[in-house]
């Protein structure tokens, strides 16, 4: 599994679970499952988006560093 299947499973996983929790106090946790997966996987690819980002900040300025040597 690549790092952003990873992070997207984990995130729908996640946000199933709290939306589960919280649908069933509202009174229809399927409703809160399904919304809280859609969520949990849009912050999952956000999350992903972001890191890969660092890592490509990261390693441009590495490879800089190692040019002004």
Known sequence: ???TQQ???TGTTGG???GAVLGAIGGN???GAAAGAAAGLAGGLLY???KKSQEAA???GYATGR???
């Open 1 to 3: 599994m690549s790092d």
């Open 7 to 9: 992070r997207a499973l």
């Open 16 to 18: 199933a679970a709290a």
């Open 29 to 31: 946790a399927g409703l």
């Open 48 to 50: 992903d988006h972001s």
């Open 58 to 60: 990261y390693q441009q």
């Open 67 to 69: 040019q002004q040597r």
